[in-house]
């Protein structure tokens, strides 16, 4: 069982958003993910083998089969470990209890977590056109929503710290809520009650798209880390 990656976070972080692999070749490889629209028309988040699409009028819309990704991260969700919350815990307090939980930050996992939040803040990118600018800034754009209270499911990733600039090192949880109306990359939240659903994973492939766009792309970049850590996980207004 192979995580599926299709594209790298450095090729979004240097501004390559048109597709480059189509939602029906991602969904043919996964089940279960997320990532993102063609000219950065929303976050996507897979579950169940259906795509949905968060844009930034808050409002959430069914995928596309035949659009063009830039970028995307699936696995065939078929979690071993299951845990019941005991109680409310913040995003800080979820990481720290699956990373204890699996007990081996050098390896993928992906996590589904189905329960109740309150003060769950997601973002929504802009759609862009060309010319394209850098992924950086670009997000100080991006549309921000807390919702006070939600009940939905956490779609995402842990990836070893060591993949930073091919996935997103670290936690990348995407949030749909149940009625499928509203959801993005989460950037917050307290987890109220909730079973969590978590896959290690020892393989990826990853798929690098055949563009002329990517064949010149400039991938290595000083500020990677710090760029990807500030976008993937910080509210645009504490950058
Ligand atoms: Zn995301």
């Known amino acids: 069982m192979s995580i599926h990656q299709f594209s790298v976070i450095q090729a979004l972080m240097a501004g390559l958003y048109d597709g480059a692999f189509p939602t029906r ?3 043919a490889a996964g089940d279960f993910g997320l990532g993102c629209g063609n000219a950065l028309n929303g976050e996507l988040v897979i579950v169940d083998g259906q795509v949905f699409r968060c844009t930034d009028d808050g409002a959430v819309s069914p995928g596309d089969p ?3 990704l830039p970028f995307a991260e699936v696995v065939p969700f078929a ?5 019941e919350l005991a109680g409310s815990v913040d995003r ?6 699956i990373t204890g939980l699996v007990g081996n930050p050098n390896q993928f996992y992906a996590i589904r977590l189905d329960g109740e939040f309150s003060d769950m803040l997601v973002r929504e990118p802009v759609r862009q056109h060309h010319p394209y600018r850098p992924l950086p800034e670009v997000m100080t754009t991006q549309r921000e929503m807390t919702l006070p209270s939600t ?3 956490l779609v995402g990733f842990w990836a070893p710290h060591i993949f930073q600039g091919v996935s997103v090192a670290g936690y990348h949880l995407h949030y749909l809520n149940d009625s499928r109306t509203h959801g993005g990359h989460t950037l917050n939240y307290t987890v109220t009650a909730g079973t969590l659903h978590v896959q290690p994973v020892a393989d990826i492939e990853v798929h690098l798209p055949g563009t002329p766009e990517f064949a010149a792309a400039d991938l290595l970049s000083p500020s990677a880390d710090a760029d990807i850590r500030r976008v993937e996980s910080t509210s645009a207004s504490a950058r």
């Open 92 to 97: 800080t307090g979820l990481e720290a209890l």
């Open 79 to 83: 979690p071993t470990l299951h845990h």
């Open 66 to 68: 035949d659009e063009l």
């Open 151 to 153: 009940t939905g499911t």
């Open 25 to 27: 070749e991602v969904l």
